[in-house]
């Protein structure tokens, strides 16, 4: 940060390239990845299991239905983000919500059908509609690392970067949120089966994935392990984390969770997100303040920028 300020400002033989360089840096459409990127990504994927289940479930709306109006919600986002002309925390968050709302119905219709090992409560039906593929988590799971790996495979074949701050053409946003909705689809998978097949719990299974998460903080240090590579499994892996953690606070106490329901849960969530963008909103402003040139009263580079 500090050598980007002193980029802002500097004058002389480079600072037109200096200049640009700042420039650069405040039109990126994607956020640095930070300890408090992290922590808006497991509120955002944990609403996203809570409101998916509150659609779907508590509301009786279906898998299908349900899938099917949360996808147009990520389309209208997504489009919202796309066509933002730097980074906005807002829409950038937004979008992630609705990755996350729309990979949990997404997966559930995958992965489950109205058979008994799907329904509770002396219910006949899953909601509205068809009732699931029934594929099963790990048949669900292999499919959508299958699809993910197509997306990256795609993505490498174009030579563009895979480091998320680095990411400035539509294109490269396009592939960016493919994979996204993809790994936040196939995280719920696993979330589920580490809740519902593994044993583990919910608590259990919240405990597993902090775990992993840790492992790969460690592996930051490792020279030879490329960074990039490490932020998608933990990308993946943060949907399970919410997956699990949302279970945990809305199943009932019978079945290992705190049963404060998906109505009351997502609400909180959905309070405590939107603060966190708030927040990141500031920072984002202050950010661009710091940026600015000081001297002739020139127009500030955050203006300039669209």
């Known amino acids: 940060m500090e050598k980007t300020e002193k980029s802002a400002t500097r004058t002389g033989p480079d600072g037109a ?34 409101a998916g289940d509150l659609f ?37 968050w937004t979008v992630i919500l609705s990755t996350s709302m729309a990979g949990t119905t997404m997966s559930d219709f995958m992965n489950r059908d109205a058979s008994a090992a799907y329904l509770s409560n002396g219910a006949t039906s899953l909601g509205w509609g068809p009732q699931g593929l029934g594929l099963g988590y790990p048949a669900g799971a292999a499919l959508l690392v299958s699809v993910l790996l197509v997306i990256f495979a ?16 539509f294109q490269g946003e396009a592939l960016f949120w493919s994979a996204i909705l993809v790994s936040n689809t196939l995280g719920t998978s696993m979330g589920d089966f580490l809740s519902d097949s593994s044993g583990l719990g919910y608590a259990g299974g919240a405990l597993l994935v902090t775990g992993l998460l840790a492992v790969l903080v460690v592996l930051m240090r490792v020279p030879s392990v490329p960074n990039v590579l490490l932020f998608w499994i933990a990308f993946v892996l943060t949907r399970p984390l919410g997956a699990t953690a949302g279970d945990f606070l809305t199943k009932p106490v019978a079945k290992g969770g705190l ?48």
């Not at 299908?64 to 906005?88: D, K």
């Not at 329901?261 to 990141?280: I, K, N, R």
């Open 56 to 92: 779907s479930q508590t509301l009786g709306l279906g898998y299908f239905l349900t899938t099917v109006a949360l996808f147009l919600v990520f389309v209208v986002t997504l489009v919202v983000q796309l066509r933002s002309a730097r980074y906005n925390p807002f829409f950038y």
């Open 154 to 169: 795609i993505w490498k074949l174009t030579g563009m970067t895979f480091r998320i701050r680095d990411i400035v053409s």
């Open 17 to 50: 390239e200096l200049r640009q360089e700042a420039l650069k840096s405040v039109v990126k459409k994607l956020p640095e990845v930070t300890l408090a990127f992290w922590i808006m990504k497991i509120a955002a994927t944990t609403l996203g299991e809570t």
């Open 259 to 306: 049963d404060l329901g998906t109505a009351g849960s997502s609400a909180v969530l959905l309070a405590v997100l939107f603060g966190l963008m708030a927040y990141a909103h500031l920072q984002e402003r202050r950010r661009g303040a710091a940026l600015a040139p000081d001297a002739g009263g020139r127009e500030p580079v955050t203006q300039r920028a669209g």
